[in-house]
C-alpha cells in the first residue's frame, strides 16, 4: 500500500522560509520521480519542482530562485526549501511521485500524492 506524507507546513511572514518534507513508502522511490506542487483555493493545482531519480531538477516559474527541492533516496524522503515566501505563495502543498521522466507542467499524469500541507504566508 502506498503512503505519502507531508509536513512542515505553517504560517510565516513575507520574506520568511519554510522546509517541507515528505516520506513515502509502497513503491521503489529511488526510481521514481517525486514533485511538489500547490493548490490555492479556487485555484487550479500547479506545479512547484520536480526531481528526477538521479538528482535532476525542474521548477516551475513561481519558485525559481527561491525554492529548492531535493530528496535522500535512502529515506524515502523529499523536501522542499522555501525563502523569500510571498503571500501569493499561500495554498496546500503536496507531494507526489510518478515513474520517470517528470512531468511538473502536468498533474494529472502524477501516479501517487499525500494529503498536502498547509503554508500560509502574511504580509
Known amino acids: 500500500q502506498v503512503h505519502v506524507v507531508e509536513s512542515g507546513g505553517g504560517s510565516v511572514q513575507a520574506g520568511g522560509s519554510l522546509r517541507l518534507s515528505c516520506v513515502a513508502s509502497?513503491?521503489?522511490?529511488?526510481?521514481?520521480?517525486m514533485g511538489w506542487f500547490r493548490q490555492a483555493p479556487g485555484k487550479v493545482r500547479e506545479g512547484v519542482a520536480s526531481?528526477?531519480?538521479?538528482?535532476?531538477?525542474s521548477y516551475a516559474d513561481p519558485g525559481k530562485g527561491r525554492f529548492t527541492i531535493s530528496r535522500v533516496n535512502a529515506k524515502n524522503a523529499l523536501y522542499l526549501q522555501m525563502n523569500s515566501l510571498k503571500p501569493e505563495d499561500t495554498g496546500m502543498y503536496l507531494c507526489?511521485?510518478?515513474?520517470?521522466?517528470?512531468?511538473?507542467?502536468?498533474?494529472?499524469?502524477?501516479?501517487?500524492w499525500g494529503q498536502g500541507t498547509q503554508v500560509t504566508v502574511s504580509s
Open positions: 507526489a511521485a510518478e515513474p520517470p521522466p517528470c512531468r511538473v507542467g502536468e498533474p494529472a499524469t502524477w501516479d501517487y
Open positions: 509502497g513503491f521503489t522511490f529511488s526510481t521514481y520521480c
Open positions: 526531481i528526477e531519480w538521479d538528482g535532476s531538477t
